[in-house]
């Protein structure tokens, strides 16, 4: 006895679904990630990902996916790293071809004179990514709390022009009491900020603390 279309179409309808259900993690994944990214992690992407190009353009954008939050590298030194000094010019090509900004992150290859070259967003875009990672760098590692929250020590020294700061910028947070980070003395200022703070604002806000302290 023959099975009818209507079994067959079944399966087939599973299959899609699962296939969904898959492309929605995996978008889920990368949008977790990069909101993450924009609030000032520093990790590296870990979605899954695979670009259509030759075995070179590859080769050049995994060295890509090597170079550290922050960190600044320039084609030559990317050819050397990939053991090809002499194709500086195919190893920009290849940069310049990067399907996936961000994940695959390009934006941290500038020119040998400390310039900021072609970006396929813009070079505006460029120096905000840049920007924005060193807004996060110069966030020093918080205390994290129980409930999600994180705690900024800070001398009193500086606490004055990182409070006006953060203020300035927006940035929600409290005045905690020296206990609150183990400390047993007047000698360090605690600030808290919520679960979930942007570290990018928190970042420049200590920049910019910096620039006008004394």
């Not at 309808?13 to 296939?19: C, H």
């Not at 940069?95 to 004179?113: A, D, K, Q, T, Y």
């Not at 400390?114 to 505006?124: I, M, P, S």
């Amino acid at each position: 006895m023959g099975r009818s279309a209507g079994s067959q179409a079944q399966p087939e309808a599973g299959n899609e679904q699962g296939e969904v259900r898959a492309a929605a993690a995996h978008l889920a994944h990368f949008a977790e990630e990069l909101a993450a990214y924009l609030r000032g992690a520093r990790g590296p992407f870990t979605v899954p990902v695979q670009a259509s190009g030759t075995a070179f353009q590859r080769e050049v954008w995994g060295a890509l996916r090597l170079l550290n939050h922050g960190a600044l590298t320039t084609y030559g030194e990317l050819a050397a790293g990939l053991g090809k000094p002499t194709a500086v010019r195919a190893v920009g090509a290849a940069v310049g071809r990067n399907p996936l900004l961000m994940v695959v992150p390009c934006h941290r290859v500038i020119g040998s004179s400390g310039q900021l070259t072609g970006y396929a967003a813009g070079v505006d875009r460029k120096r905000a990514l840049l920007d924005l990672e060193a807004a996060a760098a110069a966030v020093p590692p918080l205390i994290a709390e129980p409930d999600g929250s994180e705690l900024l020590t800070l001398s009193p020294a500086e606490a004055a022009a990182v409070i006006g700061a953060l203020v300035q910028g927006g940035v929600r947070f409290d005045e905690a009491g020296p206990e609150a980070a183990g400390c047993a003395g007047p000698e360090v200022a605690v600030l808290r900020f919520p679960a979930g703070s942007d570290h990018i604002k928190i970042g420049a806000a200590l920049v910019a603390a910096r620039e006008t302290g004394p």
